[in-house]
Antibody, heavy 127, light 106 residues
């Protein structure tokens, strides 16, 4: 059974760095085509895609937050880590990780929708 | 960044009726579009991938259509468990979501 689970601090202070971990089960990021994305959702608001990392360590970030985000993987632990620097109260949200698959055709990589999601972890930014 | 616009923001529908949700991309995303359903307190669930392909276990009353910049999610006969918020997401260039359509009971 494929599952993902997010973990991290429930609260951080403004200007601090947030580190979130996504632990994978039932699949491996060392398998060709596998990817993991991070998405967040402020209370009562829409989903916002943040970042994605592929099995070959290719990374993509949302343009507006690129300077604050770092996504990485530890294949030996089957984990994906997202760090976000300089946290602000507007970053208060539920953070999700989700599995994405991809397919390489010649020089182009094609992605699929996010088919398995973690339950999410709520992060509050407050002093 | 590609901007996704969903309409309407809220759709009031009676059980058994048909619901049609729209999603528009600010530039072509080909068929690289997904639809998700989210219920209160839950993570989103993938319904439609590649604009038209139902995900595993999704009932046949859900169907997706469109390509390029215009997409539609149709629920042919709304069941009580279908009242939720629906998001479209493009993954042609990174990934952006629409603002969601809330389907509520009329």
């Amino acid at each position: 059974q494929v599952t993902l689970r997010e973990s991290g601090p429930a609260q951080v202070k403004p200007t601090q760095t947030l580190t979130l971990t996504c632990t994978l089960s039932g699949f491996s990021l060392s398998t060709s085509g596998m990817c993991v994305s991070w998405i967040r959702q402020p209370p009562g608001k829409a989903l916002e895609w943040l970042a994605r990392i592929a099995w070959d360590n290719e990374k993509d970030y949302i343009t507006s937050l690129k300077t604050r985000l770092t996504i990485s993987k530890d294949t030996s632990k089957n984990q994906v880590v997202l760090t976000m620097t300089n946290m602000d109260p507007v970053d208060t949200a539920t953070y999700y990780c989700a599995r994405t698959r991809s397919q390489q055709l010649v020089f182009t990589r094609y992605f699929y929708g996010m088919d398995v999601w973690g339950p999410g972890t709520t992060v509050t930014v407050s002093s | 960044e590609i901007v996704m616009t969903q309409s309407p923001a809220t759709l009031s529908v009676s059980p058994g009726e048909r619901a049609t949700l729209s999603c528009r991309a600010s530039q072509s995303v080909s068929s690289n579009l997904a639809w998700y359903q989210q219920k209160p307190g839950q993570a989103p669930r993938l319904l439609i991938d590649g604009a038209t392909t139902r995900a595993t276990g999704v009932p046949a009353r859900f169907s997706g259509s469109g390509s390029g910049t215009e997409f539609t999610l149709t629920i042919s006969s709304l069941q009580s468990e279908d009242f939720a918020i629906y998001y479209c997401q493009q993954y042609d260039n990174r990934g952006t979501f629409g603002q969601g359509t809330k389907v509520e009971i009329k």
